[in-house]
């Protein structure tokens, strides 16, 4: 079974840069999209980037200008860059994969942002 590992969080202060990391475990095929997504104490899960097998990406208004996501598919690896990090950013951050018959969930990674 296909495992996401996400890795690259912590504790920064605001303005800071996090490079958040999200390795499967195997080759997935028939991707249709690779997505970040997190949640904030008390709040719903939230879509905050994605990226489909064509390379298209999207991005939540929130985070804009801020993150990019980007992937190497030779390490099967999916990237959430995050610069100048506001306190409101403060989740727990997860990896997802999904395509044709599946919709992998990684364990998630904290990020915390505050001064």
């Known amino acids: 079974q296909v495992q996401l590992v996400e890795s690259g969080g912590g504790s920064v202060q605001p303005g800071g840069s996090l490079r958040l990391s999200c390795a499967a475990s195997?080759?997935?095929?028939?991707?249709?999209?690779q997505n970040w997504y997190r949640q904030a104490p008390g709040k719903q899960r939230e879509l905050v980037a994605s990226?489909?097998?064509?390379?298209?990406?999207n991005y939540a208004d929130s985070v804009k200008g801020r993150f990019t996501i980007s992937r190497d598919k030779a390490k099967n690896t999916v990237y959430l860059q995050q610069n100048n990090l506001k306190p409101e950013d403060t989740a727990v951050y997860y990896c997802?994969?999904?395509?044709?018959?599946?919709?992998?969930w990684g364990q998630g990674t904290q990020v915390t942002v505050s001064s």
């Open positions: 195997t080759t997935i095929f028939s991707i249709s999209s």
């Open positions: 997802n994969v999904w395509g044709s018959g599946f919709n992998i």
């Open positions: 990226i489909t097998s064509g390379g298209n990406t």
